[in-house]
């Protein structure tokens, strides 16, 4: 993650000089499914069957953030984004607490080309590419008749996706406001157990567990333009 990092602050400060260009910043609203997730908990919920265990969360839509810089002379962006959601089951009587959090959480480098839609190039389409490093949490937690047992696990995934987006502009002042909509697929590594690089996540079936970041996406921001 730190190599991706120092790769987007070079790429941001040869372009930002050489180009004429505009800088976003976004605030995200995301919708992605992580059904492989979902129904990983879903399992895990059945297996503690004789406990009346709820689901708490189950990888809700979730705020993001965006940050990039786009060449206008070349009609290309290229951008650094966060996301997280995450999953909990939980429950508590007279006779104990058993709990289960599951925090997962990206951070995403790629790149949109444009095509414009309108003669004043307010309204445009952008066709998105990108690879995102994912970590996924797992922390469970009992304690049934002062027995306490807790475990914590910590994997990571490399994903790599393709989407579009719908993208629209308004100039104000020295400043420009955008707002876009789109649709993200993504192709989701193995949940590579950060203890032990040849052990992945699995579920009752033993297939592999992903993060599931495919699903729908909106964003709005401001531009400033840079001469």
């Known amino acids: 993650m730190k190599n991706i990092l120092i790769l987007f602050a070079i790429i941001f400060s040869i372009n930002i000089y050489s180009q004429q260009g505009k800088i976003f910043i976004e605030t995200n609203y995301n919708t992605f499914s992580h059904s492989s997730l979902s129904d990983f908990q879903q399992e895990f919920k059945n297996d503690l069957a004789p406990i009346p265990i709820k689901t708490v969360d189950d990888f809700p839509a979730n705020i993001g953030f965006t940050i990039g810089y786009e060449i206008i002379d070349s009609s290309t ?15 508590s009587d007279y006779s104990g607490i058993v709990r289960l959090e599951e925090s997962l959480n990206a951070i995403t480098i790629g790149g949109i080309y444009f095509l414009n839609l309108t ?12 690879s995102m490093i994912s970590r996924f949490n797992l922390n469970s937690f009992s304690e049934i008749s002062n027995n306490i047992q807790q475990d914590n696990f910590d994997f990571q995934s490399t994903d790599f996706g393709i989407g579009a987006q719908l993208n629209y502009e308004y100039p104000l002042s020295f400043l420009i406001l955008k707002a876009n909509i789109g649709f993200d697929i993504t192709f989701g590594g193995k949940l590579i157990f950060d203890d032990n690089n040849e052990a992945y996540l699995t579920n009752n079936s033993n297939n592999k567990v992903t993060t599931g970041w495919s699903g729908l996406r909106t964003g709005i921001g401001i531009a400033i333009p840079i001469n």
């Open 119 to 130: 003669e004043n190039e307010n309204l445009r389409i952008g066709f998105r590419g990108f």
């Open 77 to 91: 962006a290229f951008f650094l984004s966060y996301n997280s959601t995450g999953g909990k089951l939980s429950y």
